[in-house]
């Protein structure tokens, strides 16, 4: 998996939980720095696993390299986003209220990217953002559109835009059948239609 994100600059990783995605992200983005393709990373996840897994797991895993928690009021934030640290953690919200986090970070690495799944949301504008044409963007997820097919379509937009259309409405008649005035179900090939948009990917 690490192998995998080291020579994807845009790719997912659906792997399931326990797998040890995150030390694989982990050591990807070390060897990075090592080699000096980047210089800052910046982990987006929800606030549930900001300590217990990703803080955790820097301190196991690179205890050479400095990180920061970006959590609490808004000056503490901003200080610790324009401190020199290898790793900043940020929650989703979070990015939405610290607009000049835009090209501070060569790595971004979004963590249970289903809470930007859908593209009219505030979360995702506010995380589209922060991309800029040079960033590199590492979305993981053991669940990908596991609730509808539609939901593939905002995580596509953010790693592969080129492979869905560039309207939702397309998206969702191209993956689901209209059944009623307001049921849709899943065409037979929108298995195979979601695999395609989520590429470079790895499980």
Known sequence: TAEFLTLNDKAFCFSEQGTGKTAAAIWAADYLMNIRDIKRVLIVCPLSVMHSAWMDDLFKTVMHRTAAVAYGKKEKRREIIDGDFDFTIINYDGVSILPELMGKFDLIIADECNFIKTVTTRRWKAFNRLLTPGTKLWMMTGTPAAQSPVDAFGLARLVNPRAVPRFFGSWRDRVMLKC?????????????????VLQPAIR
């Open 180 to 196: 009623g005035q307001f049921r849709w179900v899943p065409k037979q090939n929108a298995t195979a239609q979601v695999n395609a």
